[in-house]
């Protein structure tokens, strides 16, 4: 099927303080909303969905499945995109793909061939990070979504070359450029990403039982959290 004619995804992603929604056919973003008071995603999320169909001039019956950032990032951004998107999927009857947030960090900040490592700010002097190489069929993930110190993280995977994005790669900026990394200066992606992801990798992240599928909380959750190499 010829993209002018695919029925297009919706994309949304509260993890962080700058949030967003994007409508997208296949890699074409037809429209995107940019969520940037993280206090008020949660009241915020809904009606930017509906300005987006609206500016890509679609309805919630147009829609071929729903893309959402699974975290890590603030615990209450999580839970809103995943009970968002178990609504939206659950109503429309369409499928429910997910990806981690820091995947979309670093997919809408990596050129093909790039090594990225996503870091979000997770405060108790920690950060969220994941690292990817970006090809051109998707991702190829090379640390999963962890929660510790910067010094630690730098210490597990090799910063030298490497790109980094995310609020919590401008926080330690010095401290990565020290180590021969990089950091992104271009404006996040955000959603657009994850339209893209969902494209390139359409089965890798498809959730196959959306009501009982649980977001990527990390710390919160109890799952992988490193202390040293």
């Known amino acids: 099927m010829a993209e002018a004619d695919a029925r297009?995804?919706?994309?949304?992603?509260?993890?962080?303080?700058?949030?967003?929604?994007?409508?997208?056919?296949?890699?074409?973003?037809?429209?995107?909303?940019?969520?940037?008071?993280?206090?008020?995603?949660?009241?915020?999320?809904l009606p930017a969905i509906d300005a987006a169909l609206a500016?890509?001039?679609?309805?919630?019956?147009?829609?071929?499945?729903?893309?959402?950032?699974?975290?890590?990032?603030?615990?209450t951004g999580v839970r809103i995109a995943a009970a968002t998107a178990?609504?939206?999927?659950?109503?429309?009857?369409?499928?429910?793909?997910?990806?981690?947030?820091?995947?979309?960090?670093?997919?809408?900040?990596?050129?093909?061939?790039?090594?990225?490592?996503?870091?979000?700010?997770?405060?108790?002097?920690d950060v969220f990070a994941a690292s990817y190489r970006r090809e051109e069929r998707g991702l190829v993930t090379l640390l999963p979504p962890v929660a510790a110190p910067i010094d630690t993280v730098l210490d597990r995977i090799d910063p030298a070359g490497a790109l980094f994005a995310g609020?919590?790669?401008?926080?330690?900026?010095?401290?990565?450029?020290?180590?021969?990394g990089r950091v992104a200066t271009a404006v996040d992606a955000g959603p657009a990403a994850l339209l893209w992801l969902a494209v390139a990798e359409p089965d890798a992240g498809r959730i196959a039982a959306p009501a009982a599928w649980?977001?990527?909380?990390?710390?919160?959750?109890?799952?992988?959290r490193i202390h040293g190499p």
């Open 8 to 45: 297009p995804f919706l994309a949304f992603d509260t993890a962080t303080a700058v949030g967003g929604v994007a409508v997208g056919r296949g890699r074409t973003v037809l429209a995107a909303v940019v969520l940037d008071e993280a206090t008020r995603h949660a009241e915020n999320l």
């Open 55 to 75: 500016r890509a001039g679609c309805g919630a019956g147009d829609i071929a499945g729903v893309v959402v950032g699974s975290g890590p990032g603030s615990f």
């Open 86 to 125: 178990k609504g939206l999927v659950h109503a429309w009857r369409v499928p429910l793909h997910a990806w981690p947030s820091l995947a979309m960090t670093a997919a809408g900040a990596a050129e093909t061939g790039t090594r990225a490592v996503a870091l979000y700010d997770a405060r108790r002097g």
């Open 167 to 180: 609020d919590g790669a401008r926080m330690h900026e010095a401290r990565i450029r020290a180590r021969g």
């Open 214 to 224: 649980e977001p990527e909380y990390v710390r919160a959750s109890g799952a992988q």
